[in-house]
């Protein structure tokens, strides 16, 4: 009975089923382990003792590295599925199909066990039900040497399948976009059964990547003593973690000392070798008698400077198209600050790759890095994009300034109570959470939780509050805006509305402020001679603007239509909207939406969120040229009418 476990008294002579009873908490199911039955405390016995059949995957022992085995880092990643994660999950389809990311010449796709062109939309759709999914990156370290990553791909599935007994569904794609050739696969989490699809952490750890280095050395042979020389001798000069180093920091002592003699042999030049390097980096320090001592931030700062020889990489790269730029790696924007320009070039970064770094081109000649995280779409933002980066502001919440306002007027004590008697109107809601704010700064020693169920609150809390969130801004990727879909070059002979047109006469004499400058006076040449400006005007009036807006929609009306079939119609000012969403298509004002009715379409303002209804019937209230969307099936009175 749910609320009361019983417990068994030791027999005696009075009675064969003594028993005492003990309650618990009303509602309360008691110790979970306790509650379980026989079956499913056998069950667990049995899949510890290594499951076969189909309850779980067949445990095989740990095996020791293989003498040349090629190695290969395998990434996972669970993510469950919810209803952002669903959309998240045919965006990153999407994202590992790009063309861009595949080799010279391939179309971008995704495949599976038997096919080169798996429907990833479909794909997205039957994994829309599953509690969760899994994310794979498979790279060889010796990829680059391999004809084709597809076959490797397929044959550790396949094992896979054996391991789980049971068919897997997945799709995958391999990208050559960087130096190390990898797989991205993407793994439904059911089973061919129905039942959720559970892999124990053993088995993504390790059996997983046992089985890619297999196939890789049974691909390209065992390595040499040669090759292996060759890498190891690479790693010593290299300004990032490596292999050498994880190897060193397993031999150091708690305090990061290690004596060289106690390496073993074989590697003991390779290990000298690195230690010199490291000490010439300030990480690791040479005590005499053999002895080293490494920094205790070794790891974290290798890792940055790995971080910064990519940045530095890439923003190489985009100067290549770029000539006349300055490259400026450790940049790093203030929270609150804003910068405008132009995306240079657009690579992929983080772990999974899932996160958009870009090489941003501004106005006053630098080419710097932008990490835009993995909430933006890379397939909407194109190279020559004129944009705008920002960083959150960090500072107090609102709730941190109320909780001063009411410690301020209590002596420095905050309570729910105190709360209360100051603002009468707040609800027991709107107090609680900021005892639960309260909560959080006093993890962070910003705050003393008083026996009373009080808080002592210092008087310099906002000041540290400010500090403490503006060092979370600076962890989190930047925001991004775009300003104009179009080039500088297109915007220069663009028909309608544009970002240059409402750009100030600037001095900008370098990079792409050079190029802003130029842009802008060709532009308003060809206004001139459009007749659309007059000699000598250096800025629109609001008559001007609004006429090239209409000019511009007629146009990309007039290119639409000529398109589909179908006459266009300008979206009211107000009133009601409905269709269905086919298509998107850029001008000088940004992005919009095709809205198909039978005789007709119309282009309406985009927003991200009717992607999920594309193809699908949509209707919305228009206000201020401004429309409110109802997405489904569901009629009212619009322009089909």
Do not use: C
Request: no cysteine.
């Amino acid at each position: 009975m749910p609320g009361i476990s019983l417990e068994t008294a030791p027999m005696t002579d009075r009675s064969e089923y003594a028993f005492r009873p003990r309650l618990g908490r009303i509602r309360s199911l008691g110790n979970a382990k306790r509650g379980r039955t026989f079956t499913s405390r056998l069950a667990r016995a049995i899949s510890r003792a290594g499951p076969k059949g189909r309850a779980g995957p067949r445990r095989r022992q740990r095996r020791p590295r293989i003498q040349g085995g090629r190695r290969v880092v395998v990434k996972a990643r669970v993510v469950r599925m919810a209803g952002s994660t669903r959309a998240a999950l045919a965006k990153h389809l999407r994202y590992i199909s790009r063309e861009s990311a595949m080799r010279d010449g391939e179309e971008g796709h995704v495949f599976d066990h038997a096919s080169e062109d798996v429907d990833r939309a479909d794909f997205a759709t039957r994994a829309e039900d599953d509690r969760h999914h899994f994310r794979f990156i498979v790279s060889p370290e010796d990829g680059s040497e391999m004809a084709d990553l597809k076959p490797l791909v397929r044959d550790l599935m396949s094992q896979m399948e054996t391991d789980l007994g049971t068919r897997l569904e997945w799709v995958g794609a391999v990208h050559h976009n960087t130096a190390q050739p990898h797989a991205h696969i993407v793994l439904r989490g059911r089973r061919d059964d129905g039942r959720d699809l559970v892999l124990p952490r053993a088995y993504i750890s390790h059996q997983i990547r046992e089985t890619a280095e297999d196939l890789a050395t049974r691909e390209l042979g065992p390595e040499t003593r040669l090759e292996q020389d060759l890498k190891l001798a690479r790693e010593t000069r290299a300004e990032r973690l490596t292999k050498i180093d994880r190897s060193l920091r397993k031999l150091a002592g708690r305090d990061g000392r290690l004596t060289l003699t106690d390496t073993p042999p074989r590697y003991r030049q390779v290990n000298h070798a690195r230690l010199k390097r490291l000490q010439q980096m300030g990480l690791a320090d040479f005590e005499g008698g053999g002895t080293w001592r490494l920094d205790e931030r070794l790891e974290t700062r290798l890792r940055t400077l790995g971080e910064r020889g990519d940045i530095i990489k890439a923003l190489n790269r985009a100067a290549r198209n770029s000539p006349g730029r300055r490259i400026d790696p450790d940049t790093r924007l203030a929270p609150g600050a804003r910068l405008t320009g132009q995306i240079a070039r657009l690579s992929a970064g983080g772990d999974f790759h899932d996160e958009t770094l870009a090489a941003i081109d501004t106005p006053d000649g630098r080419l710097i890095s932008a990490r835009l995280g993995a909430n933006v779409d890379m397939l909407h933002l194109k190279p020559g994009m004129l944009v705008t980066v920002s960083r959150k502001s960090g500072t107090a919440r609102p709730s941190d300034r109320t909780i001063k306002t009411v410690a301020h007027a209590n002596g420095g004590i905050y309570s729910a109570s105190l709360h209360q008697a100051h603002d009468p109107r707040a609800t027991p809601d709107f107090v609680s959470a900021h005892v639960r704010r309260l909560e959080v700064m006093r993890r962070l020693g910003l705050a003393e939780r008083r026996a009373d169920a009080s808080w002592t609150v210092p008087d310099d809390y906002l000041e540290r509050v400010a500090a403490i969130e503006t060092e979370k801004a600076g962890a989190v990727p930047l925001s991004v805006q775009i300003d104009s879909h179009l080039t500088l070059a297109q915007q220069v002979k663009a028909e309608g509305l544009t970002w240059l047109d409402e750009q100030p006469e600037t001095g900008w004499a370098h990079g792409f402020g050079a190029d802003l400058t130029a842009a802008r006076r060709q532009r308003w040449q060809v206004l001139q001679a459009r007749g659309l400006a007059e000699a000598g005007q250096q800025s629109l009036s609001a008559e001007q603007s609004e006429m090239l807006k209409q000019r511009g929609m007629e146009h990309t009306g007039k290119t639409v239509a000529d398109s589909i079939g179908k006459p266009y119609r300008a979206l009211p000012k107000s009133g009601t909207v409905e269709g269905v969403y086919t298509a998107t298509v850029t001008n000088g004002q940004g992005r919009h939406a095709v809205i198909e009715q039978k005789a007709s379409f119309t282009l309406a303002p985009y927003r991200a969120v009717m992607e999920r209804s594309r193809g699908m019937s949509i209707s919305g209230t228009i206000k201020n040229g401004r429309v409110n969307w109802i997405f489904g099936k569901r009629r009212t009175r619009g322009l089909s009418r």
